[in-house]
């Protein structure tokens, strides 16, 4: 069997070149999934694993739109269909000058399995643009998601494709192209995740991805007998995820030190407390300004511009408990891993998708410490968009607390389940494994269920 899944990884390199994070992700998952292949010949038999790597569908279109000189630009905009098995295709659009077909589909592909996870009837998909929304005006950004949405409406639909936000895409964004949506479709469905509370929206969805990666942190600590009272921890970003997650590490008495933007980070070494955090919601979500700030206004904050020739990030070399890398894929290679154990960090819960390297997973799991994968601990904001799309069926708003306990009961169910599957395949404690294992087993079965043709 491993023989197989070797040289289906080579067959995938070499059918797929130039989507070098698609490999990363392939190669990390596919070795992990062959204790289940050994058992069950029938997935082999049914080309499962092929199946599951190929997209449903993809689509890519021009954005023609027009900025504040009057002068043309033109982006390119994706979406991934990656795995309706279990349910409508669901993901999250980014804008980020990053973006492209590799990938989206590493995303895409992370997605199917963490929709699995969630428990809802959730597929696999993921989408976006090589737009930058960075230094662009209010209108630019109108204008863009305008364009964007002209083309993407006649692919998606609430029970078809549910697309949500990610990196670059918030609020904001996600207005403008319900919009857009809206009036093109004249129709008023939940066909977008991520909504405001007026229009659709779920309380508990801008926190929920920050907040399930926190309670993920939790759930792996009770394993040992600790809570997160107490604990330092090291955050990355200072967008959406790290946000929130610095809000539950405060409502849970840990003390966050670091935050961080493509410019730099602040280390904070007397804590990030409430009103700071405040600070960072205003500085980010409404003057979209820059972290480095905040070292101005907090004379406790150091902060550290990013140096390029350095091979790794100071961020991750401070003392401290855990840390929560929030900001994007591969923000934690070999040596960053080397520090953050040297610096005694044993709980590490993904709130970014892929944010460690190959390299970077296989110290954590040498050192056996609590080590959450992005596709089980970030799972959080996927599960409240689940929930957002019950809301809107039922056309009904479900309270606060009562999507905040939802969302608490799917983040520890999700660790029981990597936990417990990892135990039954022989490699207890390994969350990667066991989180791979789980959510790959439904969609299989599925795929299984529903035939070649589906
Ligand atoms: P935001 O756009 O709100 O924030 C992104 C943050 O990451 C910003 O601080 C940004 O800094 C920083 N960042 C992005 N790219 C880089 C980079 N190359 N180097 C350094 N910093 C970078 O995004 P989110 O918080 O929504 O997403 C963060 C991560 O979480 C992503 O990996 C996303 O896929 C993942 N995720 C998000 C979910 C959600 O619900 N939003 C759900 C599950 C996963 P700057 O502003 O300078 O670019």
């Given at each position: ?73 033109v982006n390119r905009g994706f979406r991934i269909e990656m795995n309706s098995a279990i349910g409508p295709y669901k993901g999250g659009l980014r804008f980020h000058p990053t973006v492209d077909l590799g990938t989206l589909k590493f995303l895409a592909f992370e997605q ?177 300004g820059r972290i480095k700030e905040y070292a101005s206004k907090y004379k406790s904050a150091v902060y550290t511009p990013i140096d390029p020739k350095l091979d790794y990030n100071p961020l991750w070399n401070h003392k401290a408990d855990c840390a929560f890398p929030s ?128």
């Open positions: 069997m491993a023989d197989y899944i070797a040289e289906l990884v080579e067959h995938i390199k070499a059918k797929n070149p130039a989507q070098p994070k698609f490999i990363q992700a392939v190669e990390e998952v596919l070795p992990t999934l062959k204790p289940v292949m050994d058992k069950h010949p029938e997935y082999r038999k049914a080309k499962i694993l092929e199946r599951i790597t190929e997209p449903e569908r993809v689509i890519i279109f021009r954005v023609p739109w027009e900025d504040d000189k009057g002068e043309y630009q199917v399995f963490k929709n699995a996870l969630t428990t809802l009837p959730m597929g696999g998909g993921k989408g976006g643009s090589d737009f930058d929304p960075k230094g662009k005006s209010d209108a630019e950004v109108h204008r863009f998601c305008n364009s964007f949405m002209i083309e993407l409406w006649r692919h998606i639909g609430h029970n078809t494709d549910v697309p949500a936000g990610d990196i670059g895409v918030g609020g904001r964004e996600i207005g403008y192209l319900f919009g857009m949506y809206k009036r093109l479709k004249n129709e008023y469905t939940g066909v977008l995740t991520g909504k405001g509370i007026n229009w659709g929206g779920s309380l508990i969805r801008p926190e929920a991805t920050g907040y399930g990666a926190v309670y993920f942190a939790g759930e792996m600590l009770e394993t040992r007998g600790e809570t997160l009272e107490g604990k330092t921890c090291l955050v990355s970003a200072s967008g959406n995820v790290a946000q929130y997650t610095v809000e539950k590490l405060l409502d849970l008495k840990a003390k966050p030190v670091t935050l961080s933007d493509s410019g730099g980070y602040i280390y904070d070494e007397g804590g990030i407390d409430r009103k700071k955090l405040k600070f960072v919601m205003e500085l980010k979500n409404v003057r979209r900001a994007t894929e591969n923000e934690i290679n070999k040596k960053d891993a080397q520090n953050l154990i040297k610096n005694g960090v044993y709980v590490v819960s993904e709130g970014a998708n892929m944010p460690t390297t190959r390299e970077g997973i296989d110290i954590f799991l040498a050192k056996k410490i609590l080590y959450g994968p992005g596709k089980a601990a970030n799972a959080g904001g996927v599960a409240v968009s689940g929930l957002e799309m019950t809301q809107n069926s039922l056309r009904y708003a479900w309270p606060r607390e009562e999507v905040d306990r939802k969302l608490y009961e799917i983040m520890k169910n999700i660790h029981r389940v990597a936990n417990e599957t990892a135990a039954h395949y022989g490699v207890p404690g390994n969350y990667v494994a066991g989180a791979n294992i789980a959510g790959f087993v439904k969609v299989a079965d599925t795929m299984l269920d529903l035939g070649m043709y589906s």
